[in-house]
């Protein structure tokens, strides 16, 4: 088989996880040509990904909600009050930021355990249940902002968080040194990754691309980590932003796809009763994506406070939209059961260029709405056919 044919076929079979990347490529062409430049310059592109890091917290979450077949309308303002909250705690009685960062995350887990013991154990439709959450988070956001409307937070290492860069190893002119390192770093492990990986496919007979492929994956997929790598470090660097998501993203991708939680879970999502049936407990499986759903959300609440440095009455507004859009362009089957933590990240790096592009261009927001709309339409039609495919 020729290289080209290949490729095709490739790209065939695979066309649901690759899509987003294309769509994501063409958008950025698009908006670069559109803009004269000014979408790809550092600086744009370095406020893009910190723009996109809260929702793509909770993009993650709601993957796993939207991967055993339910949604999470209560995410939003449920990260909107315990934004709230840590800003309270740092303003009102002087805890220190760890302490309040932990009693927000824990909050968040109990609250996203009680969705999930209303969904699994109870009965309720998560659609309701998390409605009736929505409607109370929204109540309790107004409540603790309602006396000065607007908290704000004054204290530096906690809004570093949401608008710090990590310091640098060497005091060289528009390079950011230890950016690039990282970035080198992070193309060495992942050519390591990717040997390893089929050394073991080989290893026990599983089917493998041809050597050629392989290389010119390699080399497609390194070219890409060194260009952000290089468009980053000529601005400030990576955020503190960027290195939570990385570490969010790397934790939940072993988790899904290395784990036994991680099989269950696609289990319960690909057919609950046949799951059941095999011995799976689907109730803790609910408990567990609901519960990790409640601590990201808190995570987002947190990234999204210290950015804007204080907490406000409409902190969250959409935010879970926000993250179902980007879980759903990032190739999550409305069915349930298929999904990647990887792929709902580059969705929400799609949405947020988008807005980014259209803004630059002076798009009105009326226009912006119903073309984010359209892409979202498009892209669960998307999945609708090909999943017909099958």
Not at 346 to 371: D, E, H, K, P, R
Request: hydrophobic share 55%.
């Amino acid at each position: 088989m020729s290289f080209f044919n290949e490729f095709k076929g490739l790209l065939k079979q695979n066309i649901r996880e690759y899509g987003m990347y294309i769509a994501l490529a063409v958008i950025m062409i698009i908006f670069s040509i559109a803009t004269n430049g000014v979408f790809i310059s550092s600086r744009n592109i370095s406020n893009l990904i910190n723009q996109t890091g809260y929702v793509a917290v909770l993009a993650v979450g709601m993957t796993l909600v939207i991967v055993i077949r339910h949604i999470d309308l209560s995410v939003g303002f449920l990260a909107g009050f315990l934004g709230a909250i840590v800003a309270i705690l740092l303003t009102k009685f002087n805890v220190p930021v760890i302490v309040a960062i932990i009693v927000a995350l824990l909050l968040g887990l109990l609250i996203g355990l009680f969705n999930g013991y209303l969904v699994a154990n109870v009965g309720i439709p998560a659609f309701v249940a998390t409605l009736a959450g929505m409607l109370v988070f929204r109540g309790a956001l107004l409540l603790a902002t309602e006396k000065t409307g607007t908290i704000i937070i004054p204290n530096p290492s906690f809004n570093a968080i949401g608008n710090g860069f990590i310091p640098d190893i060497a005091n060289i002119k528009g390079v950011h040194v230890l950016t690039i390192i990282l970035g080198i770093m992070a193309i060495l492990f992942y050519v390591w990754s990717e040997f390893n990986t089929r050394k073991n496919k080989m290893k026990y007979n599983f089917e493998v691309v041809s050597y050629k492929m392989f290389i010119a994956k390699l080399v497609f997929v390194s070219a890409i980590i060194a260009y952000i790598t290089f468009i980053l470090s000529g601005y400030n660097g990576l955020s503190w932003t960027v290195v939570i998501v990385i570490i969010v993203t790397a934790l939940y991708h072993v988790i899904t796809t290395k784990t036994t939680l991680g099989r269950h879970i696609y289990a319960v999502g690909g057919n609950p009763e046949a799951a059941k049936l095999s011995g799976i407990d689907v109730s803790k499986i609910t408990l567990i994506v609901f519960g990790s759903m409640g601590t990201l959300a808190a995570l987002s609440g947190i990234l999204y406070s210290a950015r804007l440095q204080s907490a406000t009455t409409t902190a969250g507004t959409l935010f879970e939209l926000d993250a179902i859009a980007a879980a759903y362009v990032g190739g999550v089957s409305a069915a349930g059961g298929v999904g990647k933590i990887t792929g709902s990240i580059i969705g929400a790096f799609v949405m947020s260029s988008l807005t980014s592009g259209m803004n630059l261009m002076g798009v009105g927001i009326s226009y912006q709405y119903i073309i984010r709309g359209a892409v979202l339409a498009a892209a669960v039609i998307f999945d609708v056919k090909t999943r017909n495919k099958r």
